[in-house]
């Protein structure tokens, strides 16, 4: 074992959208940032997502008739939604919890905090291809959300209205008036709402290219250095511990997606937190390529043109840290699609790259962004759910300000790491 001692300002632990984007505004702030990544660049849920960015996710996954919905898919082996059952007090603890956070009264909470996080996400992506020139496939050609069923014409319009409410556009649209705006689809839909100002990446080359524009900008990143433990003492973090030495900062920041949990229980903290696997399956856009993103409602399937790919993605499974891929629930997901889209035929689109990934979240569907009480080195940004590709820099935008104690640009006090306990 190497003894090696490295010493910088902040270190990041996890090298995902959200400890990039940290290293991004830490490094622009003139401060000598260290990544520590337990595998490498993008190894987590921040790689073969949907890449869907933008203001329309401003509604927490715990919402109103959330948990009635969860618990009749529950029993379908390829539904949306599945929790696999197992014995865990911090699953139990994270559900109820969950359940408890899926009100109105919360939801009305959660909306404008998330609005205003994703807008300013979105205004900082932009600056940030314009002051790095690097190349992510930012489009803003907004998204199609497509119903089938009177259900989801109901949930979806029913958005729509409160999208409208917080001044976003977004426009009802008939069965006939969806493949004027995407003419690469026959849509099987019986209506759509078209969100205007959506956008979207691609997210594994965001990933690749802003690690090696960190790495340029001498940011240090380690790969295959995975954290194990740390030293502490008088609330403090001394040393961040692996099996290449021990690392020195003076502050740390916990960016390590669905596994912060794991990282912090050796600090004897317990933050609410559970993994929810999903995957992508990417394959080459049809001849006439798509343009605009899609959700297909009650199948909740996202639909991303990614240059000249295609990615299907959806599912949400509580099963713990397991990236195992689930053939059954893959083969919903394509199957599903040509139920809404007649011309869109996954198999026949070339060689599927198929991925899982763990999305890191919270019971109310926000994210943990601040200091650790009990530690006054030690910074959260993790627990950003189904939105961290879109919430990623504004997140890292938060910590620099943190990090230089400088007032935040966004009311902290909704995302406050204790505010489960811990
Ligand atoms: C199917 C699917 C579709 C999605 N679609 C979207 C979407 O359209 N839009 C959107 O905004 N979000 C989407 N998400 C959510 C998004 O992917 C996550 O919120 C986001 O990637 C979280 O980023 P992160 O940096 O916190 O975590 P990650 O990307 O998981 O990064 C954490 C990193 O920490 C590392 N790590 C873990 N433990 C240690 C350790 N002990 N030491 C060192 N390193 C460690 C891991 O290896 C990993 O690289 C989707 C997720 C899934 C699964």
């Known amino acids: 074992m190497s003894t090696q001692t490295q010493h910088s300002d902040v270190l990041i632990i996890g090298g995902g959208a959200i400890g990039l984007s ?9 401060l000598k940032v260290t990544i520590l990544e337990k595998k490498d660049i993008g190894a987590g849920s921040s790689y073969g997502n949907a890449g869907l960015v933008g203001p329309r996710y401003f509604v927490p996954l715990a919402s109103p008739g959330v948990v009635k919905k969860a618990l009749k898919w529950m029993w379908n082996p390829e539904s949306p939604f599945y929790i696999k059952p197992r014995f ?18 919360q939801m009305q909470k959660a909306l404008p905090v998330l609005l205003e996080m994703n807008v300013a996400s979105l205004q900082f992506y932009e600056q940030i291809m314009k002051t790095t020139g690097l190349d992510f496939q930012l489009r803003q050609n907004g998204l199609l959300m497509l119903y089938k069923t009177p259900g989801g014409e109901k949930d979806v319009l029913s958005l729509a209205d409160l999208a409208r409410k917080y001044g976003l556009e977004a426009r009802n649209l008939k069965a006939d008036e969806i493949a004027v705006l995407e003419p690469a689809i026959q849509p099987l839909a019986s209506g759509a709402v078209y969100f205007v100002e959506d956008a979207n990446i691609t997210p594994h080359l965001f990933l690749k290219n802003m690690g090696e524009y960190l790495r340029s900008k001498g940011v240090a990143i380690y790969t295959d250095t995975e954290v194990l433990g740390f030293a502490a003492a008088n609330g ?14 003076k502050e740390v920041v916990i960016a390590g997606g669905a596994w912060s949990a794991n990282i912090v229980k050796d600090l004897r903290i317990k933050l609410m937190l559970q993994p929810a696997k999903g995957y992508g399956i990417t394959v080459k856009q049809p001849a006439k390529a798509l343009h605009i993103p899609m959700l297909l409602a009650e199948a909740k399937i996202a639909i991303t043109p990614m240059g000249n790919q295609l990615r299907f993605a959806g599912t949400l499974e509580l099963s713990g840290l397991d990236t195992s891929i689930n053939q059954r629930r893959v083969n919903a997901i394509l199957r599903t699609v040509p139920q809404y889209l007649a011309n869109i035929q996954p198999d026949q689109l070339g060689e599927q790259e198929i991925w899982s990934g763990m999305r890191p979240c919270s019971p109310d569907g926000l994210p943990y962004i601040g200091r650790f009480p009990r530690y006054q080195n030690l910074i959260a940004a993790t627990g950003h759910a189904m939105i961290g590709i879109s919430l990623a820099p504004v997140s890292g935008k938060l910590i620099a300000e943190i990090v230089q104690g400088e007032k935040s640009s966004i009311d902290l006090d909704p995302l406050r790491v204790e505010r489960f306990g811990g």
């Open 88 to 105: 865990s007090p911090a699953l139990i603890s994270w559900l109820w919890k969950f359940n408890a956070a899926s009100n109105a009264a």
């Open 22 to 30: 940290a290293a991004y505004y830490l490094n622009a702030a003139g």
């Open 236 to 249: 403090k973090i001394d040393a961040v511990k692996t099996a290449k030495g021990d690392y020195h900062a």
